[in-house]
């Protein structure tokens, strides 16, 4: 069964502060994985995404880690601002499906 | 990227009654699916909206209790009905996006409260 696990499951940081949120997945054939940006009150919004043959890729303040062997993926924020306050999913695509694998997501929370 | 309007964006029920839910996309597509996401819980997949067709539904939604209708390539609607405080939720409508289709891209979602 394709599972996505994320953690931590809720984060605290002050605002300028630094984070990582991790993702680990089990799905077969592997696609791509994507991460999302929940705010409050919308629908999920794709950030970056990660083939198999990409270890890096950033989007501003934001930067995606794949390692395929061990099947895991982080998201690093960088000077975090209030904005990035929202909570964060990891997506992972199987190949030849057009439904991917969703993660509980990481809450986060930055306080100024 | 794709423009997708769903509404109402909230909405607060009485138990037993129905809601309909809107999902409107400024272009054509093929498939259109339907999720829902409970608090603290992953989006969970209730069913693929066929155009012209039944919609196609995951394992523990039935079209009695959320029945969906696909009129045309741009537009869907799904219901929930007879509702009770377990279906508060976030509904959401999804298009597949992207070089291979395989980014989900969604609207904003439907906050649902049932009293």
């Known amino acids: 069964k394709n599972q996505v696990e994320q953690s931590p499951q809720s984060l605290i940081i002050l605002e300028g502060k630094n984070c990582t949120l991790q993702c680990n997945y089990t799905v077969s054939p592997f696609s791509n994985l994507r991460w999302y940006k929940q705010d409050t009150g919308r629908g999920p919004v794709s950030l970056t995404i990660m083939t198999f043959s990409e270890n890096t890729k950033s989007n501003g303040r934001y930067t995606a880690t794949l390692d395929a062997d061990t099947k895991q993926s982080s998201l690093h924020i960088t000077a975090s601002q209030l904005s990035d306050s929202a909570s964060y999913i990891c997506v992972v695509s199987a190949g030849g499906s057009y439904i991917p694998t969703f993660g509980r997501g990481t809450s986060l929370i930055v306080h100024p | 990227s794709a423009v997708i309007s769903q509404k109402p964006s909230r909405d607060i029920c009485q138990r037993g009654t129905s809601l309909t839910i809107q999902c409107q996309v400024d272009?054509?597509?093929?498939?259109m699916f339907w999720y829902r996401q409970q608090p603290g819980q992953s989006l969970t997949l209730i069913a693929t909206a066929n155009q012209g067709s039944e919609a196609t539904y995951e394992s523990g939604f039935v079209i009695d209790k959320f029945p969906i209708s696909r009129p045309n390539l741009t537009f869907s609607t799904l219901t929930v009905s007879n509702m009770s405080p377990e279906d508060s939720s976030i509904y959401l409508c999804s298009v597949p996006r992207g070089v291979d289709g395989t980014e989900a891209f969604f609207g904003q979602g439907t906050r649902l409260t049932v009293v």
């Open positions: 272009s054509q597509v093929t498939m």
